[in-house]
């Protein structure tokens, strides 16, 4: 199973300390797929179900429609909304109790296509929070730095108005990636890199003009690939990895799609292969060979991801499907060991613990899985929420934060019955 280089660690942890804050030992959900961006979760064990009592309501906030995951520091938990389909909004909760701290919000909505309505106009990436301040993506091609402890905006970029650059038809899709030294985004038809204090441009790469490559849908990820520290970034046409110093690009792929919907995060395995999963076509896992960094397909299977990034345990990706099916695949062969034989909903978001997995069903169900290769297993469901789900889950030590399209839940579990 593929983890994160010592220095990726190493600065990601620097980054996500809650700065002035006697309880920063407290776990923490700063980013897009948690902590170290895989889906990957430490603290207590999971129980093996949820009943009884094993799963229960801590409180709920209402809102407004959003699909930003929420973001939690060890005092607070962070989430937007777009508001009479005008303004967008990013409110900071007490963690404890849910009572508001501070909101922040700005002009700012966007019309998809008619094809993708029914998954709605509202703002869509999930932030990103580095101990002191937190960065938003607005629909229509804007990123925010916020104070977290405050919510004064410090600045902004507007990638449509700087660089001159169409307006993205879905938004702006991508969730940031900050690190030490900077804040990496997929907008403005390129991929950036700024300063995280300021805004200032240190780096465009992969620049287009704003047709299949400008919207991407996909998020960034820093990881060492055949021993070089890489920013892997999936456009809506191709993969590529990226020298995160200059923006340089090491390698790039071409990865088939149906209207570019290559959605996925890239999934590092075998210290230099990067599987990824597009809608209505294939799996892939690339090789990229150390020294001349060239790229070669492994294998390539049938299934036919869409949305949902998998999670990896023990060589093996737990992908949910476009046809609303879960699949194993081994990621050392490509072989397919299961796909579940019932249908779930449109989309899940996944973490994994060991051999557990929980899924956040699109229609309000949490599912308990098991991360058995040789079949599948439903362990439990139950339901979390009258409306859908398509916010990605948080789980922070003993807590779940679920955000739905009218509210901001927080939930309590263990292994044992809680009174």
Not at 78 to 83: I, L, Q, S
């Amino acid at each position: 199973m593929f983890r994160f280089h010592a220095s990726v660690v190493a600065a990601l942890a620097a980054s996500i300390s809650y700065s002035n804050d006697s309880t920063s030992d407290v776990a923490t959900w700063p980013q897009w797929r948690g902590p170290n961006r895989d889906g990957l979760v430490a603290g207590p064990k999971w129980p093996d179900s949820f009943k009884p009592n094993r799963l229960t309501p801590k409180w709920r906030v209402p809102f407004g429609p959003s699909y930003s995951g929420p973001i939690v520091s060890a005092e607070l938990v962070f989430t937007t909304e777009t508001k009479n389909q005008e303004t967008e909004v990013v409110y900071a909760l007490d963690r404890k109790d849910g009572k508001q701290r501070w909101m922040a919000e700005w002009k700012g909505a966007l019309s998809v296509p008619f094809f993708a309505k029914s998954n709605g106009d509202w703002i869509r990436a999930t932030p990103a929070y580095d101990g002191e301040r937190l960065y938003v993506a607005g629909m229509r091609d804007l990123l925010v730095c916020l104070d977290a402890k405050t919510g004064k905006e410090l600045w902004r970029v507007d990638f449509v108005e700087k660089f001159k650059t169409p307006l993205p038809a879905f938004g702006f899709v991508c969730s940031p990636l900050v690190t030490q030294d900077g804040v990496y985004v997929q907008a403005g038809a390129s991929v950036f890199k700024l300063d995280k204090k300021t805004g200032g441009v240190l780096w465009q790469s992969l620049k287009d003009d704003g047709g299949m490559n400008g919207s991407a849908f996909s998020s960034p990820v820093l990881a060492e690939l055949s021993g070089k520290m890489q920013l892997l970034v999936q456009s809506r046409q191709k993969l590529a990895g990226l020298d995160p110093s200059n923006g340089a690009v090491l390698w790039s792929q071409v990865v088939p799609s149906f209207r570019g919907m290559n959605i996925l995060t890239p999934i590092v395995f075998g210290g230099d292969g990067v599987f990824t999963s597009s809608y209505q076509n294939k799996s892939w896992l690339y090789r990229v060979k150390p020294g001349d960094m060239s790229v070669s397909e492994a294998w390539s299977n049938a299934a036919q991801g869409y949305m949902s990034t998998p999670v990896v345990v023990d060589g093996h990706a737990y992908l949910h499907l476009g046809n609303k099916r879960f699949t194993c695949i081994n990621l050392k062969t490509g072989e397919r060991t299961w796909t579940s034989n019932r249908t779930f909903g449109g989309y899940c978001s996944m973490v994994a613990q060991g051999n557990r997995i929980l899924a956040l069903d699109q229609r309000g169900i949490l599912l308990l899985l098991a991360a058995n290769p040789k079949q599948f297993e439903l362990l439990d469901s139950q339901e979390v929420s009258k409306s859908e789900t398509w916010a990605h889950l948080a789980v922070v030590g003993d807590e779940l934060f679920i955000r739905d399209l009218k509210g901001l839940a927080a939930f309590r579990w263990s292994e044992k019955p809680m009174n």
